[in-house]
């Protein structure tokens, strides 16, 4: 399984950022989808994730400013960014935990990272 994002660059405080990631090669089912984010000298850290189901869930310092979404028929996961904060500056991954087989395990996968830098 392979994340490809796409969508970063930079933007004033207060501007949005509209981040994507599709997932391509050998996929039986992509369960969990999401975004984490990593600053410099910092940890990487949940944005927001969703479900198969449409179930989503996120960070508190999201603070109704971000909408993760998916589209499982193009194996998708999105990430709406608004209101954005010098604070959000990271680079931001996708993540995936997919299964390849019907009977193999999950698996985390993670893109390759795009930046996000906001400027004051």
């Known amino acids: 399984v392979q994340l490809q994002a796409s969508g970063g660059g930079a933007v004033q405080a207060g501007g949005s950022l509209n981040l994507s990631c599709v997932a391509t090669g050998r996929i039986y089912v992509l369960n969990g989808m999401g975004w984490y984010r990593q600053a410099p000298g910092k940890e990487r850290e949940l944005v927001a994730g969703?479900?198969?189901?449409?179930?989503?869930n996120y960070a508190n310092f999201v603070k109704g400013r971000f909408t993760i979404s998916r589209d499982n028929a193009k194996n998708m996961v999105a990430l709406q960014m608004n209101n954005l904060e010098p604070e959000d500056t990271a680079v931001y991954y996708c993540?995936?935990?997919?299964?390849?087989?019907?009977?193999?395990?999950?698996?985390?996968?993670w893109g390759q990272g795009t930046q996000v830098t906001v400027s004051s």
């Open positions: 969703i479900t198969r189901d449409g179930v989503s």
């Open positions: 993540n995936s935990r997919a299964k390849t087989t019907i009977d193999s395990s999950a698996f985390d996968y």
